[in-house]
Protein backbone atom coordinates (compact mmCIF):
# COMPACT_ATOMS: atom_id res chain seq x y z
CA UNK A 1 0.00 0.00 0.00
CA UNK A 2 1.79 3.34 -0.96
CA UNK A 3 1.53 6.30 1.05
CA UNK A 4 2.26 9.75 -0.87
CA UNK A 5 2.49 13.46 0.30
CA UNK A 6 1.54 14.78 -3.24
CA UNK A 7 -1.42 16.82 -3.17
CA UNK A 8 -1.95 17.89 -7.08
CA UNK A 9 -5.75 17.38 -7.97
CA UNK A 10 -5.55 14.02 -10.11
CA UNK A 11 -6.12 14.12 -14.36
CA UNK A 12 -6.47 10.93 -15.49
CA UNK A 13 -8.63 10.95 -18.09
CA UNK A 14 -5.56 9.73 -20.29
CA UNK A 15 -5.52 6.42 -18.81
CA UNK A 16 -9.29 5.85 -19.30
CA UNK A 17 -9.78 4.78 -23.18
CA UNK A 18 -13.74 4.69 -22.23
CA UNK A 19 -13.87 8.42 -20.60
CA UNK A 20 -14.10 10.66 -23.38
CA UNK A 21 -12.93 13.78 -23.26
CA UNK A 22 -16.05 15.95 -21.23
CA UNK A 23 -17.23 13.36 -19.63
CA UNK A 24 -18.00 12.90 -15.68
CA UNK A 25 -18.18 8.77 -15.53
CA UNK A 26 -20.60 8.42 -12.14
CA UNK A 27 -20.96 4.71 -11.89
CA UNK A 28 -17.94 3.95 -10.37
CA UNK A 29 -19.25 2.48 -7.47
CA UNK A 30 -21.49 -0.04 -9.51
CA UNK A 31 -18.09 -0.81 -11.95
CA UNK A 32 -15.32 1.23 -12.76
CA UNK A 33 -13.76 1.81 -16.33
CA UNK A 34 -10.25 0.48 -16.64
CA UNK A 35 -7.49 2.32 -17.03
CA UNK A 36 -4.22 1.46 -19.83
CA UNK A 37 -1.99 -0.80 -17.75
CA UNK A 38 -5.09 -3.08 -16.79
CA UNK A 39 -6.44 -3.16 -20.86
CA UNK A 40 -2.50 -4.00 -21.61
CA UNK A 41 -2.09 -6.67 -18.86
CA UNK A 42 -5.79 -8.52 -19.92
CA UNK A 43 -4.39 -7.88 -23.95
CA UNK A 44 -0.92 -9.87 -23.06
CA UNK A 45 -2.61 -12.54 -20.60
CA UNK A 46 -4.78 -13.57 -23.86
CA UNK A 47 -2.22 -12.90 -26.04
CA UNK A 48 1.76 -13.89 -26.49
CA UNK A 49 1.49 -15.17 -22.49
CA UNK A 50 -1.73 -17.23 -22.31
CA UNK A 51 -1.51 -20.83 -20.94
CA UNK A 52 -2.89 -22.36 -18.35
CA UNK A 53 -1.83 -22.52 -14.84
CA UNK A 54 -1.15 -25.30 -12.04
CA UNK A 55 -0.94 -28.15 -14.28
CA UNK A 56 0.86 -27.61 -17.28
CA UNK A 57 5.16 -28.84 -17.81
CA UNK A 58 5.85 -26.26 -20.66
CA UNK A 59 7.28 -23.32 -20.16
CA UNK A 60 4.85 -20.86 -21.25
CA UNK A 61 2.35 -22.72 -18.51
CA UNK A 62 5.66 -22.74 -15.51
CA UNK A 63 5.26 -18.56 -16.62
CA UNK A 64 1.80 -18.08 -16.59
CA UNK A 65 1.76 -20.17 -13.03
CA UNK A 66 4.93 -17.98 -11.71
CA UNK A 67 2.64 -14.50 -12.34
CA UNK A 68 -0.79 -16.41 -11.55
CA UNK A 69 0.84 -16.32 -7.94
CA UNK A 70 2.68 -13.17 -8.31
CA UNK A 71 -0.67 -11.80 -8.50
CA UNK A 72 -1.93 -13.55 -4.80
CA UNK A 73 1.22 -12.51 -3.13
CA UNK A 74 0.42 -8.76 -4.53
CA UNK A 75 -3.45 -8.55 -3.77
CA UNK A 76 -2.08 -10.13 -0.24
CA UNK A 77 0.21 -7.48 0.55
CA UNK A 78 -2.08 -4.65 -0.60
CA UNK A 79 -4.38 -6.17 1.71
CA UNK A 80 -2.14 -6.64 4.48
CA UNK A 81 -2.54 -10.59 4.58
CA UNK A 82 -0.48 -13.41 3.59
CA UNK A 83 -1.09 -15.57 0.29
CA UNK A 84 -1.91 -18.61 1.59
CA UNK A 85 -4.90 -17.01 3.36
CA UNK A 86 -6.21 -15.13 -0.03
CA UNK A 87 -8.63 -16.98 -2.40
CA UNK A 88 -9.61 -15.92 -5.53
CA UNK A 89 -13.26 -15.96 -6.33
CA UNK A 90 -15.84 -14.21 -9.21
CA UNK A 91 -15.86 -11.52 -7.19
CA UNK A 92 -17.07 -10.90 -3.53
CA UNK A 93 -20.77 -12.14 -4.15
CA UNK A 94 -18.96 -15.68 -4.12
CA UNK A 95 -16.60 -14.45 -1.33
CA UNK A 96 -19.64 -14.06 0.84
CA UNK A 97 -21.38 -17.09 -0.17
CA UNK A 98 -18.57 -19.45 -0.05
CA UNK A 99 -18.14 -18.51 3.84
CA UNK A 100 -21.96 -18.65 3.85
CA UNK A 101 -21.97 -22.22 3.12
CA UNK A 102 -18.60 -23.44 4.28
CA UNK A 103 -17.95 -21.44 7.43
CA UNK A 104 -21.97 -20.50 8.76
CA UNK A 105 -23.10 -23.27 7.21
CA UNK A 106 -21.12 -26.07 8.97
CA UNK A 107 -20.49 -24.09 12.75
CA UNK A 108 -23.97 -22.73 12.81
CA UNK A 109 -26.36 -24.52 14.52
CA UNK A 110 -30.08 -23.86 15.56
CA UNK A 111 -31.12 -21.01 17.71
CA UNK A 112 -27.54 -19.38 16.92
CA UNK A 113 -27.72 -15.61 15.57
CA UNK A 114 -26.23 -13.15 12.81
CA UNK A 115 -25.56 -9.88 13.14
CA UNK A 116 -26.01 -7.78 10.16
CA UNK A 117 -26.65 -3.81 9.75
CA UNK A 118 -29.72 -1.76 7.59
CA UNK A 119 -27.07 -0.60 4.81
CA UNK A 120 -25.69 -3.92 3.39
CA UNK A 121 -25.90 -4.68 -0.19
CA UNK A 122 -28.18 -7.66 -1.06
CA UNK A 123 -24.85 -9.67 -1.45
CA UNK A 124 -24.23 -9.39 2.37
CA UNK A 125 -27.93 -9.79 3.40
CA UNK A 126 -29.03 -13.14 1.35
CA UNK A 127 -26.48 -15.89 1.34
CA UNK A 128 -26.93 -15.51 5.29
CA UNK A 129 -30.58 -15.19 5.15
CA UNK A 130 -30.14 -18.51 3.22
CA UNK A 131 -27.48 -20.23 5.49
CA UNK A 132 -30.30 -19.30 8.79
CA UNK A 133 -33.22 -20.44 6.78
CA UNK A 134 -31.39 -23.71 6.57
CA UNK A 135 -30.00 -24.34 9.51
CA UNK A 136 -32.74 -22.47 11.89
CA UNK A 137 -30.13 -19.38 13.12
CA UNK A 138 -31.60 -16.09 13.59
CA UNK A 139 -31.07 -12.78 11.58
CA UNK A 140 -30.63 -9.13 13.49
CA UNK A 141 -29.93 -6.02 12.33
CA UNK A 142 -27.86 -2.93 13.40
CA UNK A 143 -29.71 0.26 13.14
CA UNK A 144 -27.61 3.41 11.38
CA UNK A 145 -27.36 6.59 13.77
CA UNK A 146 -29.03 9.85 12.54
CA UNK A 147 -26.37 10.71 10.03
CA UNK A 148 -26.60 7.20 8.55
CA UNK A 149 -23.67 5.00 9.46
CA UNK A 150 -23.64 1.67 11.29
CA UNK A 151 -24.61 2.08 14.91
CA UNK A 152 -21.60 0.64 16.46
CA UNK A 153 -23.09 1.96 20.33
CA UNK A 154 -26.42 0.13 19.36
CA UNK A 155 -24.51 -3.03 17.92
CA UNK A 156 -22.19 -3.40 21.50
CA UNK A 157 -25.81 -3.60 23.34
CA UNK A 158 -27.45 -5.97 20.72
CA UNK A 159 -24.94 -8.54 20.58
CA UNK A 160 -24.78 -11.21 22.50
CA UNK A 161 -22.87 -14.99 22.82
CA UNK A 162 -25.64 -16.33 20.74
CA UNK A 163 -24.07 -14.03 17.92
CA UNK A 164 -21.90 -16.42 16.05
CA UNK A 165 -21.04 -14.14 13.02
CA UNK A 166 -21.15 -10.10 12.08
CA UNK A 167 -20.93 -8.90 8.42
CA UNK A 168 -20.85 -5.40 7.54
CA UNK A 169 -20.04 -2.96 4.80
CA UNK A 170 -16.37 -1.23 5.46
CA UNK A 171 -17.95 1.33 2.94
CA UNK A 172 -21.17 1.54 1.98
CA UNK A 173 -22.05 1.08 -1.45
CA UNK A 174 -25.07 3.56 -1.23
CA UNK A 175 -24.50 6.31 1.03
CA UNK A 176 -20.67 6.17 1.45
CA UNK A 177 -20.81 5.78 5.12
CA UNK A 178 -17.43 4.19 6.20
CA UNK A 179 -17.47 1.66 9.37
CA UNK A 180 -15.00 2.08 12.36
CA UNK A 181 -14.25 -1.77 11.53
CA UNK A 182 -11.54 -1.92 14.21
CA UNK A 183 -14.51 -1.15 16.72
CA UNK A 184 -17.01 -3.35 14.90
CA UNK A 185 -14.42 -6.54 15.26
CA UNK A 186 -13.49 -5.39 18.97
CA UNK A 187 -17.51 -5.74 19.64
CA UNK A 188 -17.63 -9.11 17.59
CA UNK A 189 -14.82 -10.48 18.70
CA UNK A 190 -15.82 -9.64 22.64
CA UNK A 191 -18.67 -12.34 22.48
CA UNK A 192 -16.70 -14.68 20.39
CA UNK A 193 -18.43 -14.17 17.42
CA UNK A 194 -16.14 -13.87 13.61
CA UNK A 195 -16.44 -10.57 11.56
CA UNK A 196 -16.80 -10.76 7.81
CA UNK A 197 -16.24 -7.17 6.21
CA UNK A 198 -17.32 -6.59 2.58
CA UNK A 199 -14.40 -4.42 1.42
CA UNK A 200 -15.94 -3.54 -2.12
CA UNK A 201 -16.46 0.37 -1.68
CA UNK A 202 -13.10 0.17 0.94
CA UNK A 203 -10.15 -1.05 -1.27
CA UNK A 204 -10.42 1.42 -4.38
CA UNK A 205 -9.73 4.43 -2.41
CA UNK A 206 -8.36 3.56 1.24
CA UNK A 207 -5.71 1.73 2.51
CA UNK A 208 -6.74 -1.38 3.76
CA UNK A 209 -4.58 -3.74 6.58
CA UNK A 210 -6.70 -6.69 8.03
CA UNK A 211 -3.98 -7.35 10.09
CA UNK A 212 -4.53 -4.39 11.66
CA UNK A 213 -8.26 -4.56 11.93
CA UNK A 214 -8.31 -8.16 13.47
CA UNK A 215 -11.19 -9.35 11.38
CA UNK A 216 -11.96 -12.79 10.51
CA UNK A 217 -12.58 -12.52 6.73
CA UNK A 218 -12.66 -10.08 4.09
CA UNK A 219 -14.21 -9.91 0.26
CA UNK A 220 -14.42 -7.71 -2.73
CA UNK A 221 -14.15 -7.45 -6.03
CA UNK A 222 -11.60 -6.55 -9.55
CA UNK A 223 -13.98 -4.97 -11.22
CA UNK A 224 -14.28 -1.78 -8.45
CA UNK A 225 -10.67 -1.28 -8.50
CA UNK A 226 -10.57 -0.73 -11.83
CA UNK A 227 -9.46 -4.38 -12.79
CA UNK A 228 -11.28 -7.14 -14.68
CA UNK A 229 -14.95 -8.36 -13.82
CA UNK A 230 -15.41 -11.67 -13.19
CA UNK A 231 -12.28 -11.95 -10.02
CA UNK A 232 -12.77 -11.29 -6.84
CA UNK A 233 -10.72 -12.20 -3.24
CA UNK A 234 -11.75 -13.54 -0.09
CA UNK A 235 -9.08 -13.44 2.69
CA UNK A 236 -9.58 -15.54 5.62
CA UNK A 237 -7.76 -16.58 8.58
CA UNK A 238 -5.43 -19.31 7.91
CA UNK A 239 -6.95 -21.48 11.13
CA UNK A 240 -10.86 -20.33 9.99
CA UNK A 241 -10.12 -21.65 5.93
CA UNK A 242 -8.00 -24.88 6.93
CA UNK A 243 -11.15 -25.74 8.91
CA UNK A 244 -13.44 -25.44 6.39
CA UNK A 245 -14.77 -28.06 3.41
CA UNK A 246 -14.58 -27.03 0.13
CA UNK A 247 -16.67 -24.78 -1.47
CA UNK A 248 -16.98 -26.57 -5.18
CA UNK A 249 -15.27 -30.31 -6.16
CA UNK A 250 -13.07 -30.71 -9.15
CA UNK A 251 -9.88 -30.00 -10.49
CA UNK A 252 -6.79 -28.37 -8.57
CA UNK A 253 -8.49 -28.59 -5.40
CA UNK A 254 -7.69 -31.85 -4.52
CA UNK A 255 -4.68 -33.45 -2.62
CA UNK A 256 -5.36 -37.73 -4.20
CA UNK A 257 -8.62 -38.76 -5.67
CA UNK A 258 -9.54 -42.38 -5.69
CA UNK A 259 -12.53 -43.68 -5.89
CA UNK A 260 -12.65 -44.83 -2.71
CA UNK A 261 -11.34 -41.24 -1.40
CA UNK A 262 -10.42 -38.26 -2.35
CA UNK A 263 -8.42 -35.59 0.03
CA UNK A 264 -8.17 -31.92 -0.68
CA UNK A 265 -5.71 -29.18 -0.88
CA UNK A 266 -4.46 -27.07 1.88
CA UNK A 267 -5.66 -23.24 1.46
CA UNK A 268 -6.33 -20.96 -0.74
CA UNK A 269 -6.53 -24.08 -3.57
CA UNK A 270 -8.91 -25.91 -1.79
CA UNK A 271 -11.33 -22.84 -2.73
CA UNK A 272 -10.48 -22.80 -6.28
CA UNK A 273 -11.77 -25.34 -8.26
CA UNK A 274 -11.15 -26.08 -11.57
CA UNK A 275 -9.37 -23.71 -14.36
CA UNK A 276 -9.42 -20.31 -12.77
CA UNK A 277 -9.93 -16.86 -14.50
CA UNK A 278 -6.02 -16.78 -15.43
CA UNK A 279 -6.08 -13.24 -17.35
CA UNK A 280 -8.32 -12.09 -14.72
CA UNK A 281 -6.01 -12.20 -11.66
CA UNK A 282 -3.13 -11.14 -14.29
CA UNK A 283 -5.45 -8.30 -14.68
CA UNK A 284 -6.17 -7.89 -10.77
CA UNK A 285 -2.64 -7.18 -10.61
CA UNK A 286 -1.79 -4.78 -12.67
CA UNK A 287 -5.20 -2.72 -11.14
CA UNK A 288 -3.60 -3.30 -7.46
CA UNK A 289 -0.68 -1.62 -8.96
CA UNK A 290 -1.86 1.17 -10.51
CA UNK A 291 -4.15 2.13 -7.66
CA UNK A 292 -0.73 2.09 -5.87
CA UNK A 293 1.37 3.88 -8.22
CA UNK A 294 -1.06 6.64 -7.64
CA UNK A 295 -1.28 6.40 -4.18
CA UNK A 296 -4.51 5.66 -1.61
CA UNK A 297 -3.92 8.70 0.11
CA UNK A 298 -3.75 10.65 -3.41
CA UNK A 299 -7.22 8.85 -4.46
CA UNK A 300 -8.95 9.70 -1.13
CA UNK A 301 -8.23 13.32 -0.95
CA UNK A 302 -9.10 13.38 -4.59
CA UNK A 303 -12.59 11.96 -4.01
CA UNK A 304 -12.84 13.97 -0.80
CA UNK A 305 -13.18 17.10 -2.85
CA UNK A 306 -15.09 15.94 -5.53
CA UNK A 307 -17.67 14.79 -2.59
CA UNK A 308 -17.95 17.82 -1.45
CA UNK A 309 -18.06 19.92 -4.35
CA UNK A 310 -21.24 17.51 -5.52
CA UNK A 311 -22.96 18.09 -2.21
CA UNK A 312 -22.29 21.60 -1.87
CA UNK A 313 -23.70 21.98 -5.26
CA UNK A 314 -26.83 19.74 -5.12
CA UNK A 315 -27.49 21.16 -1.67
CA UNK A 316 -28.10 23.86 -3.88
CA UNK A 317 -31.32 22.60 -5.81
CA UNK A 318 -34.46 22.72 -4.03
CA UNK A 319 -35.38 19.80 -5.79
CA UNK A 320 -32.66 17.46 -4.48
CA UNK A 321 -32.59 15.79 -1.19
CA UNK A 322 -29.37 14.14 -0.10
CA UNK A 323 -28.61 11.08 1.95
CA UNK A 324 -25.26 9.85 3.67
CA UNK A 325 -23.03 11.82 5.96
CA UNK A 326 -21.24 15.10 4.51
CA UNK A 327 -17.71 12.87 4.70
CA UNK A 328 -18.86 9.85 2.50
CA UNK A 329 -16.56 8.11 0.68
CA UNK A 330 -16.64 8.91 -2.81
CA UNK A 331 -20.20 8.18 -3.49
CA UNK A 332 -23.03 10.99 -3.29
CA UNK A 333 -26.77 9.77 -3.50
CA UNK A 334 -29.15 11.75 -3.46
CA UNK A 335 -33.26 11.96 -4.88
CA UNK A 336 -35.13 14.15 -7.30
CA UNK A 337 -38.41 15.19 -5.89
CA UNK A 338 -41.10 13.72 -8.19
CA UNK A 339 -38.98 11.62 -10.17
CA UNK A 340 -40.12 7.79 -10.19
CA UNK A 341 -38.84 4.79 -12.03
CA UNK A 342 -41.38 2.20 -13.48
CA UNK A 343 -40.76 -1.72 -12.98
CA UNK A 344 -41.84 -4.26 -14.31
CA UNK A 345 -44.54 -4.68 -14.34
CA UNK A 346 -45.86 -1.02 -15.25
CA UNK A 347 -47.73 -1.23 -11.47
CA UNK A 348 -44.52 -1.34 -9.62
CA UNK A 349 -43.21 2.24 -8.59
CA UNK A 350 -40.64 3.80 -6.04
CA UNK A 351 -39.12 6.73 -5.94
CA UNK A 352 -35.80 6.54 -7.53
CA UNK A 353 -32.36 7.85 -5.43
CA UNK A 354 -29.13 7.89 -7.76
CA UNK A 355 -25.20 7.47 -6.53
CA UNK A 356 -23.25 9.31 -8.28
CA UNK A 357 -19.79 8.25 -7.01
CA UNK A 358 -16.44 10.07 -7.57
CA UNK A 359 -13.94 8.57 -10.08
CA UNK A 360 -10.21 9.32 -10.08
CA UNK A 361 -10.17 9.86 -13.77
CA UNK A 362 -11.80 13.45 -13.13
CA UNK A 363 -10.29 16.43 -11.72
CA UNK A 364 -12.82 18.88 -9.50
Keep these: MSVTTDTRPLDLLADFPAIPAGWAYLDTAATSQKPKPVLDAINRGYGETYATVHRGVYQRSADMTLAFEAA ?29 QCWAG ?4 AGDRILLSTLEHHSNIVPWQMVAEKI ?28 KLVALAHVSNVLGSVLDAKRATEIAHSVGAKILLDGCQAVPRMAVDVAAIGCDFYVFSGHKLYGPTGIGVLWGRYELLDAMPPYQGGGSMIDRVTFAKTTYA ?10 PHIVGVVGLHAAVDYVDAIGLDRIHAHETALVRQARDALSRINSVRLFGPDDSAGIVSFAVEGCIRTMSPPSWTKAMSRSAPATIARSP
Design 72 to 100: RERVARFIGGKPQETIFVRGATEGINLVA
Design 106 to 109: TQLK
Design 136 to 163: GAAIDVIPLTADQRVDLDAMAAMITPAH
Design 266 to 275: PPPGRFEAGT
